[in-house]
């Protein structure tokens, strides 16, 4: 009996600091400059009528946020999506979250969710849409 209450004890304590451990994420606000897809060819065996399809791996971004530009690049997880059935997910100008965790960076989508990016480099000033 008293084996069973220090191991609910123990349970009851560690899930308890997990808890106290887990912080907000806390975002850092920008404004998207300029925002293309990155592409990658889907290779064909033999001789194609058509031109090979075009999956959608990633994002391009450059960041405005305060007296700096941002550039980053964030990969796309899970299913892949062919170019016919891309829609873009942000506009240039509007504002876009991003947040860093250790070493990993965070853009967040409109809907909610993250994509984990890279962090290229950074410029002082704003820069022009180049990407």
């Known amino acids: 009996m008293f084996v069973k209450r220090a191991v609910f004890l123990v349970l009851l304590i ?4 997990r808890v106290a451990d887990a912080k907000k994420r806390t975002y850092e606000k920008g ?4 925002v293309s897809p990155n592409y990658m060819e889907f290779d064909v065996l033999g001789p194609s009528i058509f031109p090979p399809p075009q999956i959608l791996v990633g994002y391009s ?3 405005q ?4 530009t941002y550039f980053v690049k964030a990969a796309m997880g899970g299913l892949l999506r062919f170019r016919p059935q891309y829609k873009p997910e942000w506009s240039v100008n509007d ?3 991003f947040r860093f965790d250790k070493s990993k960076m965070f853009v967040k989508r409109p809907k ?4 984990q990016a ?7 000033g704003t ?5």
């Open 31 to 34: 404004k998207l400059i300029d």
């Open 14 to 17: 560690v899930a308890f600091t």
């Open 118 to 124: 890279r962090l290229m480099k950074v410029v002082p």
């Open 61 to 63: 971004f450059e960041i």
């Open 65 to 68: 946020v305060g007296g700096y």
């Open 112 to 115: 909610g969710r993250e994509l």
């Open 95 to 97: 504002p876009i979250e």
């Open 127 to 131: 820069a022009n849409p180049s990407l």
